[in-house]
């Protein structure tokens, strides 16, 4: 047995964001790019751990919206679509590239990539993602998790009904897709208030996720720290809490790895490198400049954007390997100190955005691949393990009641609740009230009255996104964020009014329908007493 073990977890999430009534969308690229640089990455490597023989465990958290964008038919065939715009491009690119070695080496790397994906996507995985992932999942080498709905704060939704509903929604979408019930729930924003374990245990979640505080901070204090879950009084619910150390080495892009001068440079794109005449045709109709996933130089160093130098991939794949070893030494030391300290062996959990793996961080995928290698073969004290995995050997823990928390910039609300944003809270909540007002009123609708019923509960969960309160926080795409806190109101409001007067216009609904198309199995009765 080792004398310890590591959990990485990835939370892979994006809003719903799907709009027909559009040839194109811009936002709908937050979709495409995290398939082509995170998930497409991150399913060959696991093709590679098992054609390797390799013992490895990972965890990742699929939110329901991510599912049913990865799902949908029309984004599907939208991101081939996408593939084939960039293949064009990355063809030409092989043509004006030709007489220099060190970009044309990259511009055919990144053609290779392209035709991988859509080979991936379309042959392998039949246009859907989720079946890789439930591959994995059956083979037992991947534990997967849901998440609340539509990724609705907790911490800032007091309706318990709405509550409720985000989370056994979760749920309900997770088995749909992957064929059983989840075992752990992602909360949002790791957004954790006393009583939402409650909600998870009557919906058979056994754990969940806080932030390093959300347990060392719990009464009473936990012995073991971070590196062991606490089970809530009453309900036994798991909490795990992120490690602070072995978290900060790859999110932090100063002091972690990703700020690397060998790795690649996110912000520096042929989108906007080369001529608007020679990219456009690969932008969207509005003809803005966007990011296209061509990059072909390093971070290099501080400074003017200007003056980075070329990629060199090699170079970039060794500091991988060095970093991947870095962090593996610095765990089994991490563990060979704990372990003197603990009545069971330590575990350290390690979690992280998905899209940092690939999108943001372009070599990401290859460094969780050498990560997981070294540590089933360089070394027998810290090996991988799923926080499941871990309850299952390790049952017992200590009782102790986490605070609310989150693991946002201070770790509590300021992100979600900010002079910027704050405005969204009082329609939020109010048409949180309304919904359970409408379920309690309506025991037997009529079909088209439930049909109403059900889409009302759609545009409450897609309202209550916490995607939309960061979005304005940070002020990166702020006025489609308040938008869509705004669309998704008036729909509600519109259809409550059209229920309450008995006058649905079956037009309007189908065409809320049409666009909001997630959760096709939802059932608005989820809000009643």
Same mark, same amino acid.
């Given at each position: 047995?080792?004398?310890?073990?590591?959990?990485?977890?990835?939370?892979?999430?994006?809003?719903?964001?799907?709009?027909?009534?559009?040839?194109?969308?811009?936002?709908?690229?937050?979709?495409?790019?995290?398939?082509?640089?995170?998930?497409?990455?991150?399913?060959?490597?696991?093709?590679?751990?098992?054609?390797?023989?390799?013992?490895?465990?990972?965890?990742?958290?699929?939110?329901?919206?991510?599912?049913?964008?990865?799902?949908?038919?029309?984004?599907?065939?939208?991101?081939?679509?996408?593939?084939?715009?960039?293949?064009?491009?990355?063809?030409?690119?092989?043509?004006?590239?030709?007489?220099?070695?060190?970009?044309?080496?990259?511009?055919?790397?990144?053609?290779?990539?392209?035709?991988?994906?859509?080979?991936?996507?379309?042959?392998?995985?039949?246009?859907?993602?989720?079946?890789?992932?439930?591959?994995?999942?059956?083979?037992?080498?991947?534990?997967?998790?849901?998440?609340?709905?539509?990724?609705?704060?907790?911490?800032?939704?007091?309706?318990?009904?709405?509550?409720?509903?985000?989370?056994?929604?979760?749920?309900?979408?997770?088995?749909?897709?992957?064929?059983?019930?989840?075992?752990?729930?992602?909360?949002?924003?790791?957004?954790?208030?006393?009583?939402?374990?409650?909600?998870?245990?009557?919906?058979?979640?056994?754990?969940?996720?806080?932030?390093?505080?959300?347990?060392?901070?719990?009464?009473?204090? *936990?012995?073991?720290?971070?590196?062991? *879950?606490?089970?809530?009084?009453?309900?036994?619910?798991?909490?795990?809490?992120?490690?602070?150390?072995?978290?900060?080495?790859?999110?932090?892009?100063?002091?972690?790895?990703?700020?690397?001068?060998?790795?690649?440079?996110?912000?520096?794109?042929?989108?906007?490198?080369?001529?608007?005449?020679?990219?456009?045709?690969?932008?969207?109709?509005?003809?803005?400049?966007?990011?296209?996933?061509?990059?072909?130089?390093?971070?290099?160093?501080?400074?003017?954007?200007?003056?980075?130098?070329?990629?060199?991939?090699?170079?970039?794949?060794?500091?991988?390997?060095?970093?991947?070893?870095?962090?593996?030494?610095?765990?089994?030391?991490?563990?060979?100190?704990?372990?003197?300290?603990?009545?069971?062996?330590?575990?350290?959990?390690?979690?992280?955005?998905?899209?940092?793996?690939?999108?943001?961080?372009?070599?990401?995928?290859?460094?969780?691949?050498?990560?997981?290698?070294?540590?089933?073969?360089?070394?027998?004290?810290?090996?991988?393990?799923?926080?499941?995995?871990?309850?299952?050997?390790?049952?017992?823990?200590?009782?102790?009641?986490?605070?609310?928390?989150?693991?946002?910039?201070?770790?509590?609300?300021?992100?979600?609740?900010?002079?910027?944003?704050?405005?969204?809270?009082?329609?939020?909540?109010?048409?949180?009230?309304?919904?359970?007002?409408?379920?309690?009123?309506?025991?037997?609708?009529?079909?088209?009255?439930?049909?109403?019923?059900?889409?009302?509960?759609?545009?409450?969960?897609?309202?209550?996104?916490?995607?939309?309160?960061?979005?304005?926080?940070?002020?990166?795409?702020?006025?489609?964020?308040?938008?869509?806190?705004?669309?998704?109101?008036?729909?509600?409001?519109?259809?409550?009014?059209?229920?309450?007067?008995?006058?649905?216009?079956?037009?309007?609904?189908?065409?809320?329908?049409?666009?909001?198309?997630?959760?096709?199995?939802?059932?608005?009765?989820?809000?009643?007493?």
């Amino acid at each position: 047995m080792p004398m310890g073990y590591l959990s990485l977890v990835l939370h892979a999430h994006l809003p719903f964001v799907r709009h027909p009534e559009y040839d194109d969308c811009l936002e709908e690229d937050w979709l495409f790019e995290a398939i082509s640089e995170t998930y497409i990455p991150l399913l060959e490597m696991m093709e590679g751990l098992e054609r390797d023989q390799v013992e490895w465990k990972l965890t990742i958290s699929v939110s329901p919206t991510l599912a049913a964008m990865l799902a949908d038919p029309l984004l599907q065939y939208r991101y081939v679509r996408h593939l084939d715009s960039l293949l064009s491009l990355s063809h030409k690119e092989l043509e004006r590239t030709r007489w220099n070695p060190e970009f044309l080496a990259l511009a055919e790397m990144y053609h290779a990539r392209f035709q991988r994906c859509k080979q991936l996507f379309v042959n392998k995985y039949g246009n859907n993602l989720l079946n890789g992932f439930k591959y994995y999942f059956e083979r037992g080498n991947l534990e997967l998790m849901t998440c609340a709905a539509t990724h609705g704060f907790m911490p800032l939704m007091p309706n318990e009904r709405a509550r409720r509903a985000q989370i056994e929604i979760g749920c309900r979408e997770f088995e749909r897709h992957f064929g059983r019930r989840p075992q752990g729930i992602w909360l949002p924003e790791c957004g954790y208030v006393p009583g939402v374990d409650r909600l998870l245990k009557d919906a058979g979640i056994r754990y969940f996720f806080v932030e390093t505080h959300g347990v060392l901070h719990a009464k009473p204090r *936990p012995r073991n720290g971070v590196y062991a *879950p606490v089970a809530c009084p009453e309900t036994g619910v798991a909490a795990f809490a992120r490690d602070a150390e072995s978290s900060k080495q790859v999110w932090s892009s100063i002091e972690g790895y990703p700020g690397d001068a060998a790795y690649r440079e996110f912000y520096r794109d042929v989108g906007f490198d080369l001529d608007l005449d020679y990219v456009k045709p690969h932008l969207h109709s509005l003809g803005v400049r966007t990011n296209l996933g061509i990059k072909y130089y390093r971070i290099t160093g501080p400074g003017d954007l200007s003056q980075r130098l070329p990629y060199d991939r090699r170079a970039a794949l060794r500091k991988a390997a060095e970093h991947a070893a870095n962090f593996v030494f610095y765990r089994e030391k991490q563990v060979e100190w704990l372990a003197g300290q603990m009545d069971r062996p330590p575990l350290i959990v390690a979690p992280y955005d998905a899209e940092l793996f690939g999108h943001w961080w372009f070599e990401g995928p290859e460094w969780i691949n050498f990560l997981l290698r070294k540590l089933d073969s360089d070394q027998d004290t810290v090996k991988s393990l799923t926080p499941r995995e871990y309850l299952d050997r390790f049952a017992g823990g200590q009782e102790a009641q986490p605070p609310m928390s989150t693991w946002g910039a201070n770790g509590y609300n300021e992100v979600w609740l900010d002079p910027s944003n704050d405005w969204i809270y009082p329609h939020l909540h109010e048409i949180a009230d309304r919904m359970t007002a409408l379920a309690d009123d309506n025991p037997s609708p009529s079909p088209l009255r439930r049909r109403a019923l059900n889409q009302a509960a759609r545009e409450l969960l897609l309202a209550q996104a916490s995607d939309w309160a960061f979005i304005i926080k940070t002020a990166t795409m702020a006025e489609y964020a308040a938008n869509r806190t705004k669309w998704h109101v008036h729909y509600f409001l519109r259809l409550e009014e059209q229920i309450a007067a008995d006058t649905i216009d079956e037009g309007f609904l189908a065409d809320l329908e049409a666009r909001h198309n997630l959760f096709p199995e939802i059932d608005f009765q989820l809000y009643s007493e």
